[in-house]
């Protein structure tokens, strides 16, 4: 009896190791070729695959695409996957990252699949700076898809309360300082201000058009030196400073944190009168129209003219794909008018053609100048050069930007151990990579 | 009959052996397994980013740039010393407090400790969020209150002078699980040494100094324990609040630097590294308290 009972129990946990180690899902047995994609963003994003999905598989019966959706921490799940080998046929890269991706060799070289059908991609119809952002060593190993520029929102009512003529293409620094003393009160005389003329974070990110604007860059053009400790660099970061706590324009640091507190919110509660921010802010504001008369404007000129940091998404191919044939298929149907239609229609971003963006995402129905978006990206637009270490820049230096907005902090100092921190990943960077700009 | 006994207990072994396989194995496969690996990584320079053919041996020189040319990890460590030496003795003086207090015999007890227990069963994440909201310097409760008082509140999680004092706040909210062992402690202390001590005519503090402390110091040695690699090992809190390690890199601490390390900047050699010395450092003060125990925690029955 006891050897039944052994036996029944020895069986029963070989049987339970057995289902366990066997879980790993298996692709259903189909006559259509699978292929995987993998993508980021909000829920406004996942419908727009959903809808690339529907309609590539209804233009490709034969085939299957599966969604993989990385809501969050996108970059470290995509790295996993690629370090495993088991990267999705097809996955978004952003310009931040895509230089250490194929710099490290896990992305295909589109240069051949491109020169296969250049006239139907119309590349020479592409935003300015666009491709670059997805090149290594001259060679396209990803495409961009969609993009936008830093942008200067407002809220028309705090301006007409505080009779101030709207901003335009032709507003500086100093208009904004100028305007920005009119709004910035202390209501509740406690000695602070609670309402102001500008708020922007003062990261990398948002700081880059502002130290070009003043003649400063981040790198030599050769792209072997950091020059953020340039006089014309440490001016734009002062003028930062100097809204906060001499023309007292700005929120200090943490009074109208973005974590708690949505750029929306700053300018639909009149907080805030004017904030900068990526132009994917449109399509926020649009639904909160009855409730913020909001409009856009071009971002303030400095001594050197005027710049706005653009952003683009890339688009690439998984090296050891199985299905490349179909992969760059998706691609280019991703490029391809229904999809780049209805991402202006979105309004997320700008589509990638010029011509595009102003055929779909110009809306003549709303009381906004969608064409301003564009025109900034055109005339305006300029990306951060792209070295294979642009992460582990942004991440090495981003505290040094947030101490800007301190009290007593010392500008010129920072500036100089920011470039000196670059400056040592440059080499590091050179150091272990072959090709890496 | 021997043969047949022994192949019973040949079965029996098996069975055993069968058993505990699933542990074994992912004991062997997903702990053991990787943590020789990431000892072996330290040892090696590899870009999480490239194949692993890449992976170049360099002996202790990730440990050399740790200790002798790595400003950020020093700054870590300091940030994690600093918020231990503080949190670990206030939480477990917090949560004594607490459960002295819910100790007592009183109508509707079960209801307060619930009340108290309950911060700790909101997940980390929550709690942050939280906190944000109450620490926030302008619309933050913590400041409304202090400004009812007429004190203009610090800028909390902004000002690299109150970050970690925030921090060592939050902490205490937490404290629901130490509180818990401890009420399970002082339940357990039998009530005819504090009738001993009535009859002597010890007093309510005498009491507490030289029964329930004495008797709760196995619970404390526990609680100390735990908090210590607790502390050590804090992360969600600081990537939540301030995944770039917060104004002026005072939230940089060192778990949240090693990550930065590893799936930021994609160094997995050096990131296994800060790994491997952070385990020693945790050994060490697990070890000095262990050996520390003869001294002050008392076992009842115990022969010195």
Known sequence: ?437 | MKIKISRMRRLEALSGYLFVSPWLIGFLMLTLGPMLFSLYLGFTHWNFHEPMSTMKFIGLGNYKQIFFHDPLFWKALYNTTFYSIFAIPTGILFALFLALLLNQKLHGIAVFRTIFYVPALVTGVATVVLWQWILNPEFGILNGLLKMIGIHGPAWLYDPVWTKPALILMHLWGVGTTMLIFLAGLQNIPTHLYEVADLDGASGWQKFLHVTLPMLTPTMFFNLVMAIIGAFQVFTVVYILAGDGGPGDSLLFYVLYLYRKAFVEFQMGYASALAWVLFMILFGLTLLVFRSSSLWVYYEGEKR
């Open chain 1, 1 to 437: 009896m006891k050897k039944i009972w052994s036996i029944f129990i020895v069986s029963l946990v070989l049987l339970s190791l057995f289902s366990v180690s066997g879980c790993q899902k298996k692709e259903k047995s189909t006559s259509k070729t699978v292929i995987h994609f993998m993508f980021w963003g909000g829920f406004q994003d996942l419908n727009l695959w959903k809808f690339v999905k529907a309609k590539y598989e209804a233009l490709y019966p034969d085939r299957e695409v599966k969604l993989i959706y990385v809501p969050d921490n996108y970059q470290d799940k995509l790295s996993l996957s690629l370090v495993a080998k088991s990267a999705a046929d097809v996955f978004l890269v952003d310009d931040d990252y895509f230089k250490i991706t194929a710099a490290t060799g896990h992305l295909e070289n589109l240069e051949p699949y491109i020169a296969q059908c250049k006239d139907s991609l119309h590349l020479d119809d592409y935003f300015p700076h666009s491709l670059e952002a997805f090149q290594l060593g001259g060679q396209q190993y990803g495409l961009p898809w969609d993009g936008f520029t830093i942008l200067l929102f407002y809220n028309r009512t705090t301006f007409d309360q505080a009779h101030q003529h709207y901003p335009n293409e032709n507003w500086t620094w100093d208009d904004l300082i100028r305007a920005g003393k009119a709004f910035s009160k202390d209501l509740d005389g406690d000695g602070y201000n609670d309402t102001f003329g500008f708020d922007a974070s003062s990261s990398l990110l948002d700081l880059i058009s502002v130290i070009w604007t003043f003649g400063g860059r981040m790198f030599s053009p050769d792209l072997m030196h950091c020059e953020l400790d340039s006089p014309q660099a440490i001016q734009a970061m002062q003028l930062y400073h100097d809204m906060i706590y001499k023309y007292k324009i700005a929120p200090r640091s943490g009074q109208l944190d973005s974590k708690i507190m949505q750029n929306y919110i700053k300018l639909l509660t009149g907080r805030v009168a004017v904030i900068l921010s990526g132009g994917f802010l449109i399509q926020q504001l649009q639904t909160i129209e009855e409730e913020l008369p909001w409009d856009i404007s071009y971002t303030p000129s400095g001594p050197a003219g005027k710049f706005a940091r653009e952003s683009f998404d890339g688009i690439a191919l998984y090296r050891h794909s199985k299905h490349k044939k179909e992969g760059w298929d998706f691609i280019r149907f991703v490029l391809g008018p229904v999809v780049q239609k209805e991402i202006a229609r979105e309004g997320r971003a700008l589509p990638i053609r010029k011509s595009d963006a102003y055929r779909w995402y110009d809306n003549p129905q709303t009381p906004q100048d969608e064409k301003i978006a564009i025109r900034s990206m055109e005339k305006y637009g300029r990306t951060i050069p792209g070295i294979a270490y642009q992460s582990v820049v942004y991440s090495r230096t981003r505290n040094l930007f947030n101490q800007i907005i301190l009290p007593n902090a010392d500008i010129p100092k920072i500036a100089r151990q920011i470039t000196d921190i670059v400056n040592k990943t440059l080499t590091e960077m050179r150091k272990n990579l072959k090709v890496w700009k």
